[in-house]
């Protein structure tokens, strides 16, 4: 699983140019940042002969993540990203060797640097880096909250997710770290051994949040802005929502890939932070919402139906999200 989060654009040392295109610079780096993670705990299991492992990391930078960049992307990109994606999940279903996974992995991850070149100079910007680094960070303690109860690994798939999220906010912060003032510089760096000796030992989550909030904190001071405080479960449900009833008022509208959208950011920007307290109070309702929210409205979307068909879908949804508010006190 995966969760991609806006943040608040940079307010200094940005031009208007830089920001042009993508919309929200740090969501589409973050996001194109997570599906390489994913690509490379693929990679990880590839080469270890577990496929099932492999299939399943690979499958979420093409069936979740895409649509949230895809609007962000040029038509050649977009076109080559489908391309990489068809070409990854064909070598992986053929059982290739594993140096040709490894090169498409290659190809994928180079188109991946040819979208980022579209940041321009926003790109190079320490200020920028340090907002990218920080969201990492953040969703890869979400990952191992998921992945890893009582010292031991529970999901595994979210386990490496974090294990690969800190290594590619890693190299976010080695390649721009020379611009970072030198406190701030050492202070982030003990915050990463600190993250990854966690993460390593399978300890507390608490121990990670530590880690993360102290690199979280410096990383604020190099970029002038503060993350958001964590959002209140009764908030989450208000923004799955406002967000589902706009998809159904987009695809009623003929806006099929906004409908998407705003399906992703309900499963993605929202639900997921709901995933570990309502699976304690009905894992079955959990499990459940998460299929309908994170799959089950998207396929059904590609498969354009009726507008009335897909509200009621909606609606059904929003039923037993109402359930989930109940359990859960709000």
Do not use: C
């Amino acid at each position: 699983m995966v969760r991609p989060v806006s943040l608040a654009l940079l307010s200094l040392g940005l031009t208007s140019a830089a920001l042009a295109a993508p919309k929200d610079p740090v969501k589409f780096a973050v996001t194109l940042e997570q599906m390489r993670g994913h690509y490379d705990a693929s990679l990880l299991n590839y080469r270890n002969g577990d496929l099932a492992m492999a299939a399943k990391h690979a499958k979420h930078p093409a069936n979740e993540l895409y649509a949230a960049v895809r609007g962000d992307l040029t038509p050649a990109l977009q076109k080559r990203f489908t391309a990489d994606y068809a070409l990854i999940n064909q070598t992986l279903a053929a059982k290739k060797p594993y140096a040709e996974y490894q090169k498409v992995m290659n190809t994928f991850s180079a188109d991946v640097d040819a979208a980022l070149a579209t940041l321009g100079a926003t790109r190079n910007d320490p200020k920028f880096a340090a907002q990218v680094i920080a969201q990492i960070l953040e969703n890869a303690e979400h990952e191992y909250e998921e992945g890893v109860q009582g010292g031991k690994v529970t999901n595994l798939a979210e386990y490496q997710d974090a294990i690969y999220y800190v290594a590619r906010a890693r190299m976010w912060f080695d390649r721009n770290a020379r611009g970072f003032p030198q406190h701030q510089r050492e202070k982030t760096t003990q915050a990463f051994k600190d993250a990854t000796a966690v993460i390593a030992r399978k300890g507390d989550v608490k121990a990670l949040e530590q880690a993360v909030d102290q690199a979280k904190e410096e990383l604020a001071e190099i970029s002038g802005v503060q993350q958001a405080a964590a959002s209140s479960n009764a908030t989450y449900f208000a923004n799955i929502d406002r967000l589902l009833g706009a998809a159904k008022s987009h695809y009623a509208g003929g806006m099929g890939d906004d409908a998407e959208e705003a399906l992703i950011d309900a499963y993605l920007d929202n639900f997921e932070y709901l995933e570990g307290p309502l699976a304690k109070k009905d894992k079955a309702l959990e499990t459940k919402l998460e299929k309908t929210l994170r799959e089950d409205l998207r396929t059904l979307l590609k498969s354009k139906p009726s507008a009335q068909k897909f509200s009621a879908a909606v609606d059904a949804a929003l039923v037993d999200l109402k359930k989930a508010r109940a359990l859960l006190g709000e």
